[in-house]
């Protein structure tokens, strides 16, 4: 207590000036936000006055905790004080003091109350402090006040920015926002909930009767107990208390006062969780700072949108339905009000609410036991005595820590527990011992917390549950709580979030609760059972997921999350395999960190399986063919050329339907009847079309009814899921078209008319341009042509048409029309400028589903099956794996074979071959043990480890271009027709066809031994192992091309007739008598060859004109130079005549123009090609010379080099020569 005023004498009277100053303290809440600390100043004598205080009278108390209470309540009406009139206590707006008068006494508000170091501290913000205590400066306001209470010239500190610094002075000045004043008060102490502040040298005066106390407790309990009592004097003589009612202190040497404050409210803190992340409650406590001016009406949005806002650090409630997101994090006392302080993030498990810390690290490591789950984790610290916290490594394991100091680490999480919890009918309740809420809002009392449990969640009022006593519960409100010893309460916080994974329809569904998906519908209709909601789903492609709100089941396009008590969602995540105990979550186009071993293993299943039985093994990555490896981490990274499989929920399998298996859970609408064990359990539930699973409880088993899934750590849940069918899809090549196959589905609109057959539907539905797909549907056994491509789940088969197929680097496509891209991000950067180079690129990337055509020169790849429209773009759907072999597609189906096998085979395309050539056959096994059996039925299991070949339909030929040609691949097949020919055998494929080209008899190449050999025939017949190709159309000009027939050279022009017939001449067997007859006839001047009519004709004139009805070869008769006339050209010394074709020269004879007076002459080279053919002597004067030439002289060029040319005029050649197909 601070004294401004000379002490009083028992015969010296204190002037008007004569006032000191007593700052008491309780922890009263104001509307703006302050907690009250008072000056209480006193007048000693009697001054003519009529009032001490100046402003407007705002009410009565009867005693000083009932005038600070009832400013609390005045304070939108300015209330900051109170007056002691030797009456009763008068609240006031006041704004000045006036005159003092005897008897009375004024508290004044001064600013909000701190406690430190057993001292009182008004703190007041924007005002500081002047005239420093010492030269030190202090990081922090403890630090200062414990500085501060140490020193006795010390009256304050004030907080300068970041810093703080001890005053001399408690008179605070004006200053701005970065500056706060703490002036310090009298020494306090709070006995039984009440603040007592000191003033040694004062007595209280007006004692209450004659009764001392030996211990201030003792005096403090009989002041509780007194409706007038305003205190306690000690007398330091004879160390007693009593108990006083006077509001005036008087000085007394050896005497203490302890004047009576206000009531300190109790303080019950506990952490709960909501949200996601733990939040730090405390009552009678507030926060400083604002996010902004936005005020909520109930807590639950304030803590979501204090979630939203980073800068968020709290919530305080400052009255009944007015909440305030702070942005300070240091609880202040403020009595009716009540925080939340933000934490780190936050699960439920085992009965607590733990901290999740990102990037922290424990090493105080108890044991060497790993944990691949955070629940197992979580449950075994719970248990270990020594346990503090639980540490996941950046690579996914779990494992337990003590006690010790923690440090930064990135990738890492530390995981500590907070507090006691249970979680009940969603929601998750924090656990205080000895305490109960005062507002009660249900009267009932209920036998069972679960029961309990739920009523609070279906009252909006109840904030909490009190334990009464034994199997006593009752639903409470508000924030004010009292001490009960051996009572409890159960304070209400967040949702029990509850996330877990189901098999349904061939597909892995994430089960989120309590949350609700939003956004448009997928179809605006609503369902009464999961089970027609999730098909649904599944064959809409506008469907992400399912939400059931009140028992009612809705599709939404959005898979975005938003909290919703009582819902529950489902959303579909695509591809799954459900083996080993586990579902486990595909996804192409991604890879996972972190190895479990150093295995490569050449089997998927394999890897799953050892994954399975591991504590650290999170999933597998497919990183080449034949190469699965196994990983710690479940981060999903991109990697275009990858395939995943994370583990996901455990799961058993009765009676071919799957049930999901969570420890630590409980479903809803559990049935009392005990079926004793899993297998009865699961089977009383398959039975029961509304049976959502059952429940394991101690030894017992009981079904439920309700999808709800609540946290239960004596229970396990095993939710149903869905039957485990054989759902297989592919894409099959069926009358030129891509038909995209689907079981068990059949299309929703079908027409009338059935069909016995698949051929006869395809037929019927390649000639209508409505039909849009064919089911086939096994109750009637018949094939129905559809109107629209939706599918719905049914025992059947579906081929929904697409366009006309495209083969083509190992897999079949679709092109899905003009303007049609297809939807969402591009699958990477890449841009390619020809489809053929996208396909094959998309065809290396697993993650690829196929490409867009931007334009003719822009190729993107694709990640999604769905196509939307896009003006000027068009897409190319992949489909399924496949191969091409005896002109027929196949495609392979993994993880499935048909049933009904038959022969075996010890190769692929051994048994292709076999099952090309049986009208029965359907496809082609591929066993575990690596063998393969032809199949004769078109139902399909499921096979681990096994595939299946499907036979697509006939007439499929694959086609390339090489060398400007159009070359036709028959694989399985051979052709005849032995090319006569100097070379007609290589050991390479594309050096045959060029010459196969090239030849005017060679139609086809064949290959077998590892040799490419020249053929003539173009019919193929069946031949295991060996390869045709056969010629196709060309871009070469081949019109130079000529063939030799009777030592004659003809030139072979394809398509093309030239010449009319001559009549009479067409009864000619082969190309050797009908080419004989036209060197005799003397108007031939070809042969015509019509495949077709096989005939040979003889032809007269040159007139040329194509023909394409049928196949037909002209053979137009050439003689040496072409035709006949040969002519040499003079080029210096040199005369060269071109013969056109190869001929063999026998014998040569010149005609030169003779010049009689000619004095030139010399020897004459002779050259055939480059062979000498001989040498001669020729002059002027020659008029002609014969000579024969070397044996084998042969080439396409005469060459004939004087020596001396001079007036040598070569007038003609004579020849003997034999026509020879091709040139040495």
């Known amino acids: 207590m601070v004294v401004r005023s000379t002490p009083r004498t028992s015969t010296t009277p204190l002037n008007v000036s004569s006032t000191w100053t007593t700052r008491l303290t309780s922890d009263t809440l104001l509307s703006d936000y302050r907690v009250g600390s008072w000056e209480q100043q006193l007048t000693l004598e009697a001054v003519v006055s009529t009032q001490s205080t100046g402003g407007r009278k705002l009410g009565t108390a009867a005693s000083i905790a009932k005038a600070m209470e009832l400013c609390d309540k005045r304070a939108r009406n300015g209330c900051n004080g109170f007056e002691w009139n030797g009456k009763t206590y008068v609240v006031y707006h006041y704004h000045r003091m006036v005159t003092p008068k005897i008897g009375h006494v004024a508290y004044i508000y001064s600013g909000v109350k701190l406690t430190s170091d057993n001292y009182l501290w008004a703190k007041q913000i924007s005002w500081r402090l002047t005239g420093y205590d010492d030269n030190r400066t202090y990081r922090s306001l403890s630090a200062a006040t414990k500085a501060c209470a140490a020193s006795p010239t010390c009256k304050g500190v004030t907080k300068e920015h970041n810093r703080f610094r001890t005053c001399n002075n408690d008179r605070p000045i004006r200053a701005n926002g970065h500056y706060a004043a703490y002036i310090r008060g009298d020494r306090y102490e709070v006995i039984d909930y009440i603040f007592y502040s000191e003033k040694p040298g004062y007595r209280l005066t007006g004692d209450i009767g004659k009764t001392t106390y030996k211990t201030k407790h003792d005096a403090a309990a009989a002041c509780k107990k007194s409706a007038v009592c305003t205190g306690i004097t000690l007398d330091e003589d004879e160390k007693k208390y009593r108990i006083n009612s006077g509001n005036s202190l008087a000085p007394s040497v050896g005497e203490v006062a302890f004047v009576r404050g ?74 009716n009000r009540q925080v939340w302080i933000k934490g780190p993030g936050s699960v439920n498990v085992a009965g607590a609410t733990w901290e999740v810390n990102i990037d922290i690290i424990s090493t105080h490591r108890i044991d060497k036991i790993d944990f691949k789950l955070e629940r197992d984790a979580l449950r075994a610290c719970k248990k270990h005595k020594k346990c503090k916290g639980v540490v996941k490594t950046d690579g996914g394991v779990y494992y337990l820590v003590g006690e010790g100091g923690t440090s930064r680490r990135p990738g890492f999480t530390f995981i500590v527990m907070s507090g006691e919890s249970v979680s009940w009918s969603g929601y998750v309740y924090s656990y205080t011992v000895n305490y109960i809420y005062v507002l009660i809002v249900d009267k009932r009392i209920y036998t069972t917390y679960i029961d309990a449990g739920r009523a609070c969640a279906r009252n909006p009022r109840c904030k909490a549950v009190n334990k009464i006593g034994p199997n006593k519960f009752q639903l409470a409100g508000g924030t004010d709580v009292k001490k009960q010893i051996g009572g409890a309460t159960f304070t209400k916080g967040g949702f029990d979030y509850i996330t877990y994974s189901i098999y349904f329809a061939d597909k892995i569904w994430d089960v989120s609760s309590p949350y609700t998906l939003t956004g448009p519908l997928a179809d605006g209709r609503v369902y009464n059972t999961r089970k027609t909601a999730l098909r649904a789903c599944v064959t809409n492609a506008q469907c992400s997921g399912v939400t059931m709100t009140d028992g009612k089941f809705r599709l939404y396009r959005s898979a975005k999350l938003t909290e919703k008590s009582g819902s529950i969602t489902w959303i579909n995540k695509g591809e799954v395999e459900a083996i080993h105990g586990y579902l486990w979550d595909e996804d192409t186009g991604m890879t996972l960190t972190g190895y479990f071993d150093n295995k490569v293993y050449s089997s998927r299943d394999v890897a799953l399986k050892v994954c399975s039985t591991s504590n650290k093994c999170s999933g597998v990555t497919k990183e080449g063919p034949r190469r699965y490896r196994c990983n710690t981490g479940t981060t999903r990274k991109l990697n275009a050329r990858r395939t995943i499989w994370i583990q996901k929920t455990s799961v058993v399998n009765h009676q071919k339907t799957l ?126 042509l559809a109107t629209s491509t939706h599918l719905v789940i049914g025992h059947g088969k579906t081929f929904t048409k697409g366009t006309k197929a495209v083969i083509g680097d190992g897999y079949m496509w679709t092109r899905s029309g003009d303007d049609r891209k297809i939807d969402g991000n591009y699958l990477d950067s890449s841009t390619y400028g020809t489809l053929t180079a996208a396909l094959k690129a998309c065809s290396k990337k697993p993650a690829c589903t196929g490409v867009t055509r931007i334009n003719s020169r822009k190729f993107r790849l694709g990640k999604t099956e769905r196509t939307v429209h896009r003006n000027g773009y068009s897409a190319y759907i992949r489909g399924s794996i496949s191969v091409t072999y005896r002109q027929r597609v196949w495609t392979e189906v993994i993880g499935f074979i048909l049933t009904k096998p038959t022969a075996t085979f010890k190769d692929v395309k051994s048994a292709m071959f076999g099952c090309s050539k049986s009208s029965s056959c359907t496809g082609v096994n591929k066993r575990p043990d690596g063998k393969f059996q032809i199949a004769t039925s078109t139902e399909m299991v499921d096979k681990e480890g096994a595939s299946c070949w499907l036979k697509g339909g006939a007439g499929y030929i694959p086609q390339f271009t090489y060398d400007n040609t159009e070359w036709h691949y028959y694989e399985g097949y051979r052709t005849g027709g032995i090319l006569r020919t100097r070379r007609s055998v290589f050991t390479d494929r594309n050096t045959a066809l ?39 159309k060309t871009k070469l000009d081949l019109s130079d091309l000529t063939i030799v027939h009777h030592n004659l050279h ?80 003079k080029t210096g010394k040199q005369v060269k005549i071109d013969l056109k074709h ?83």
């Open 262 to 335: 206000g009531v300190k409210p109790t303080v019950v803190k506990m952490t709960i969780s909501f949200g996601g992340y733990t939040w730090k409650s405390i009552t009678h406590h507030s926060l400083t700072g604002y996010v902004n001016g936005r005020v909520f009406s109930n807590r639950d949005e304030a803590l979501k949108e204090c979630i939203r806002i980073t800068r968020c650090e709290g919530v305080t409630r400052e009255r009944k339905n007015r909440f305030r997101l702070n942005t300070g994090k240091v609880a202040e006392p403020s009595k």
């Open 659 to 784: 049930f999901s298996v969570l420890p630590g859970y409980t479903l809803d609408k559990v049935d009392k009847k005990n079926h004793g064990n899993e297998k009865a359990a699961a089977a009383a539930c398959i039975k029961r079309a509304d049976c959502a699973g059952f429940v394991k409880r101690g030894g017992q088993y009981h079904i439920a009814l309700g999808w709800t899934v609540f946290s239960d750590e004596e229970s396990i849940s095993y939710v149903r899921n869905d039957l485990k069918l054989a759902y297989v899809s592919y894409s099959l090549y069926l009358k030129e078209f891509y038909w995209q196959v689907k079981a068990p589905y059949i299309h929703k609109n079908l027409m009338k008319d059935d069909y016995s057959t698949l051929p006869k539907a395809l037929v019927a539905c390649v000639s209508d341009p409505s039909c849009r797909g064919i089911s086939y549907v096994a109750k009637k056994k018949k094939f129905y």
């Open 994 to 1032: 060029s010459h196969c080209v090239r030849h005017p008899l060679c139609q086809s190449v064949h290959f077998v031994g590892g040799k490419y050999y020249l053929r003539t025939g173009e019919k193929v017949s069946d031949a295991l192992g060996e390869q045709t190709w056969l010629l196709g």
């Open 1050 to 1129: 003809w030139q072979t022009l394809k398509y093309v007739k030239y010449g009319e017939p001559i009549k009479g001449q067409d009864k000619f067997p082969d190309i050797k008598r009908a080419t004989a007859a036209c060197m005799t006839h003397p108007t031939c001047t070809a042969v015509y060859n019509d495949f077709h009519a096989r005939k040979y004709y003889l032809m007269s004139g040159t007139n040329q004109v194509p023909y394409t009805k049928s196949r037909v070869i002209s053979s137009i008769k050439r003689l040496p130079c072409g035709d006949g006339k040969c002519q040499g050209v």
């Open 1142 to 1224: 190869c001929y063999q020269i026998r014998t040569l004879e010149i005609y030169n123009k003779q010049s009689c007076c000619s004095k030139s002459g010399g020897n004459v080279v002779v050259k055939v090609g480059k062979t000498t053919c001989n040498t001669v002597y020729m002059s002027g004067k020659t008029s002609t010379v014969r000579f024969d030439c070397a044996t084998n002289t042969q080439g396409k060029v005469i060459t004939m080099t004087f020596n001396d040319i001079g007036d040598i005029n070569i007038e003609g050649i004579f020849l003997q020569f034999k026509g020879v197909q091709e040139c040495d």
